[in-house]
């Protein structure tokens, strides 16, 4: 025999459920979270509330991209612009993870890199290794260090204009930097002794140069816009191509750490693997290998530049990684070294 209930019990679990539907059917599962109360970028045309230009230069100096010095400086963040301010006209705005994750790096030695003081974040996303880094920071949280784990939304820092470059980072530009990584080889110190002899490297393996940037913004956006059909490796493997190279080598850390990259082979897999073809955006992220057999290789070249996409060359080309050399193209010493250290 069914429970009689109260009608206004009746009306109130009815308005609980309706209310828990709502939610369900508005919540958005998106992966990534702002790393401060800043929303304008999903705002469109308001996207100089979100972005600090560089000095005298408009908002989209600010942004991801061959951005800077008429296209030929790369600038591998996004610069967001603070909501907050102290009586000394210092940013307060809080810094936030962008996902959940675990400390990865600390700098709070402002005078050891561009970054001023940063934080390095390591996450799984969709099955990838994702790094986020927030640089120029005022102070980190005191209790924060390397091996703890965070919640998304979780302060971290306070937003600060550090640096160590010879042209401070005024008041008016106060800003987080921020920046979605890939880890391109955990013997990257190894590494830059060898080809850097003599050369400081403060920070070891979280050297900014061992990691390797996706858009953030096209990130947040896509994810913000799609929700819950938001898939990040998918966004990841779907890159504008720069270049295709071919590797002789078939054991190196990029392989292992991002196998999501990956193609299938058939003729590699029946015959063995002799090397890697891989294909790079303009800012070196390596998101197709294909394992070739020896039969499917002509040159015997331990690295071969097989093809540029010339388009693509001249909307960013700030990486320097290919030039050309009368009608001929070929891999800038840039380039080499890139492949240097991802097969290293």
């Avoid at 940037?213 to 059909?229: F, M, S, Y």
């Avoid at 003729?267 to 020896?294: D, M, W």
Wanted: glycine share 6%.
């Amino acid at each position: 025999m069914s429970p009689k209930w109260p009608k206004k019990v009746i009306s109130e679990m009815a308005l609980r459920a309706l209310l828990i539907l709502v939610v369900c059917l508005t919540a958005r599962a998106e992966l990534f979270r702002l790393p401060t109360a800043n929303q304008a970028i999903f705002e469109r045309g308001n996207e100089d509330k979100f972005f600090v230009g560089t000095v005298g230069k408009p908002w989209t100096s600010g942004t991801f991209g061959c951005v800077r010095t008429e296209g030929w400086q790369l600038h591998e963040g996004l610069d967001i612009r603070c909501l907050q301010r102290d009586r000394r006209g210092e940013p307060t705005d809080p810094v936030m993870a962008t996902a959940d994750g675990v400390v990865a790096y600390i700098n709070r030695r402002s005078g050891l890199s561009n970054y001023g003081n940063y934080i390095v974040l390591k996450h799984q996303i969709d099955g990838i290794e994702l790094y986020s880094l927030y640089a120029h920071l005022s102070e980190v949280r005191a209790d924060l260090k390397a091996g703890a784990n965070v919640r998304a939304g979780e302060t971290i820092a306070i937003m600060g204009r550090t640096s160590n470059t010879a042209q401070a980072i005024t008041k008016d530009r106060a800003h987080v930097h921020f920046e979605l990584n890939f880890f391109l080889n955990d013997r990257f110190a190894e590494w830059y002794k060898r080809n850097h002899p003599g050369e400081r490297n403060d920070h070891g393996d979280w050297n900014g140069q061992n990691l390797i940037a996706i858009d953030p913004q096209a990130v947040l956006r896509a994810d913000h816009e799609q929700g819950k059909a938001f898939n990040f490796a998918t966004f990841a493997k779907h890159q504008t191509e720069l270049c295709r190279v071919l590797v002789r080598d078939t054991d190196f850390p990029w392989l292992k750490r991002y196998p999501v990259f990956v193609r299938s082979n058939a003729t590699a897999q029946a015959q063995g693997t002799a090397a890697y073809e891989i294909a790079f955006n303009f800012n070196g992220l390596a998101y197709e290998l294909i394992p070739r057999a020896a039969s499917e290789i002509k040159s015997k070249s331990a690295v071969q530049l097989l093809s540029v996409n010339e388009a693509e060359y001249s909307r960013n080309p700030c990486r320097r990684l290919v030039t050309r050399r009368g009608s001929r193209w070929e891999l800038t010493s840039r380039g080499q070294g890139l492949i240097s250290l991802l097969t290293f």
